[in-house]
């Protein structure tokens, strides 16, 4: 991505660009693909917590990027932003997972040690719905019968 942004700044011709832009959003989109498939695996209890937590990043990057194009002239604009873009792409070989091994380091944990919640045994497996119209005087009963 940031290796794309470096070729758009360069270019000169609208065509060229927009090729340019078109290559650069492909990456963009499976960028943001892997990081929302990682979101389970950070923590498998609070996925939705973390999952807001990523989807917060667009928009904090959004402003972020935004205050520098303010600030600066839209070539060196471009150019803070690829640096930071690379950045943080070769920043995150060095990511690890509590339990999962990581591109350049760690240890994945023994798949022998995951614990599998069971089902009751009076536990139904998909519990029945539950239709508005069955409700009688604040009860709710079975028309099968």
Do not use: W
């Amino acid at each position: 991505e940031g290796v794309c942004i470096f070729i758009f700044v360069e270019m000169t011709s609208l065509a060229g660009s927009i090729i340019m832009l078109t290559i650069f959003s492909i990456f963009v989109q499976a960028a943001e693909g892997s990081t929302y498939g990682v979101v389970p695996y950070v923590n498998a209890k609070a996925t939705g917590s973390v999952a807001g937590i990523v989807g917060a990043g667009g928009p904090t990057g959004a402003v972020s990027f935004g205050l520098i194009f303010r600030q600066l002239a839209p070539r060196t604009a471009f150019s803070v932003m690829a640096g930071i873009v690379l950045a943080s792409g070769v920043l995150s070989v060095l990511i690890t997972i509590k339990n999962h091994r990581g591109i350049l380091f760690g240890a994945d944990r023994d798949g022998d040690n995951i614990i599998v919640p069971r089902m009751e045994e009076d536990e139904e497996e998909f519990p029945k719905a539950v239709d508005a119209s069955d409700k009688e005087d604040g009860e709710y009963h079975n028309n099968s019968t």
